[in-house]
C-alpha cells in the first residue's frame, strides 16, 4: 500500500470542506469547518426542476467546487486542477502525487463507490484520496460516511469517469498554501459581503432568496410531481437534512461561521446574523420533516405548512443577508 504519511483522516460533516480540511491540515493550515465553509462564501439557494428530472434539486450551497475556487482566491492558496478524457492518465495524475507525499482531491460520482449505502446518483461528491494499492484506494469522506474509508478502483475509475449533471471530467486538484498568505482574520469581511450580495441580488427566481420563495410555491405541488411521492418525499427530506440540500446543514454550518467570526472581530452586524441564522437552521428542519410526513401520509396538509414556512425562511434570510452586506459600511 502506497500511503501518504502524516494524513489527518477527519470526516466532517460536507464533503467538499471535508476534503478542503484534509488538504490545508496536511499543507499546516487548520481551519474548523464553519470557518472554511464561510470564507469560501458557501451559503447559497437554488431550487432547480425540469422535464428530463425524476424530482426537483434543492441546493443549499454554490455549485460544486465553486467554494473550492473562492476559498484560494481568498486566502491566496495555489490550486493546482487536472481534468482530462482519458482514465490512464487520470489515474497516473493522482499516483504521481500520492508518490510524492500529497493527498489529492477529487470530483466524482458517489453513486459508484463502494461504501456509500445511499445509491443516489451525484456527480458534484468530492473526496480525498491519500492512498492506494492494486485494488483499493483510501479515501477521506464526510463523518456520515466513516470519515477514512476505502473503496474498489473499479468503483473509484466508474465514480471519476461519470457524465451529468454537475460532473466534470477526471478532475483532480491540490492547495498549496504560500509562507505570506493572508490571514483568514482579515478575509471574513469580504467573504461575508461576497455571499450576502450573491444571495440578495440572484440574476433569476430560482437562486438566493427568491429561490427559497419559489421552492415556497412549488413544494406544495410535490405530491402530484412524483408517481412515487412515498420514495421521492422522504429522499428529499433525507438529502436536505443530511446532505444539505436545501436543509439545515448548511444553515448550521453558516451559523457557526457567523458564531467563530463575531467572536474575532467583535461585530455586531456578525451576532444578528448569527441570531437570525440560528432560527433559520430550526425551521430547515421542520421543513424535512413536513416534507417527510407528507412522503408518508400522502396529504398535501404537510406540504402547505411546508411552503409557509419556506415563505418565512425567504423573509428571514433576506434581513440576515442584508445586515451581513452593511459590514464594510
Not at 489515474?91 to 456509500?116: K, M, R
Request: proline share 4%; aromatic share 6%.
Amino acid at each position: 500500500m502506497t500511503e501518504v504519511r502524516g494524513v489527518d483522516a477527519r470526516g466532517t460533516h460536507h464533503c467538499e470542506t471535508t476534503v478542503l480540511g484534509v488538504l490545508l491540515r496536511h499543507q499546516g493550515l487548520d481551519l474548523s469547518e464553519p470557518m472554511l465553509f464561510g470564507l469560501g462564501s458557501g451559503l447559497s439557494f437554488i431550487y432547480w426542476d425540469s422535464k428530463n428530472m425524476d424530482f426537483p434539486f434543492l441546493g443549499g450551497r454554490v455549485k460544486p467546487f465553486e467554494l473550492t475556487r473562492n476559498l484560494a482566491d481568498r486566502l491566496g492558496l495555489e490550486l493546482q486542477v487536472r481534468e482530462t478524457g482519458s482514465p490512464r492518465r487520470a489515474w497516473e495524475n493522482v499516483t504521481a502525487l500520492v508518490d510524492a507525499g500529497t493527498p489529492v482531491g477529487l470530483q466524482l460520482d458517489s453513486y459508484h463507490l463502494d461504501y456509500f449505502t445511499s445509491k443516489v446518483h451525484f456527480a458534484g461528491h468530492v473526496v480525498a484520496l491519500y492512498g492506494y494499492d492494486d485494488r483499493n484506494a483510501l479515501l477521506v469522506d464526510t463523518e456520515q460516511q466513516g470519515g477514512a474509508v476505502s473503496t474498489s478502483l473499479t468503483g473509484l475509475a466508474r465514480a471519476r469517469a461519470a457524465r451529468g449533471p454537475m460532473s466534470a471530467r477526471h478532475r483532480s486538484f491540490t492547495l498549496t498554501a504560500p509562507r505570506d498568505a493572508p490571514s483568514p482574520r482579515d478575509r471574513i469581511v469580504p467573504a461575508v459581503t461576497a455571499c450576502a450580495d450573491a444571495f440578495l441580488d440572484p440574476p433569476i427566481a430560482n437562486l438566493g432568496h427568491r429561490g427559497i420563495e419559489t421552492a415556497g410555491k412549488r413544494v406544495r405541488t410535490w405530491l402530484r410531481r412524483t408517481d412515487h411521492p412515498e420514495r421521492d418525499l422522504p429522499q428529499a427530506a433525507l438529502l436536505m437534512e443530511k446532505a444539505g440540500t436545501g436543509g439545515a446543514l448548511f444553515r448550521n454550518l453558516y451559523r457557526d461561521f457567523l458564531a467563530e467570526s463575531a467572536d474575532l472581530l467583535g461585530d455586531g452586524r456578525l451576532r444578528t446574523g448569527h441570531t437570525l441564522y440560528t432560527e433559520a437552521a430550526i425551521l430547515w428542519t421542520h421543513v424535512a420533516a413536513l416534507i417527510e410526513k407528507a412522503g408518508e401520509s400522502g396529504e398535501e396538509r404537510h406540504l402547505d405548512e411546508a411552503g409557509t414556512v419556506l415563505g418565512d425562511l425567504a423573509r428571514l434570510e433576506r434581513e440576515a443577508m442584508r445586515a451581513l452586506s452593511r459590514l464594510e459600511a
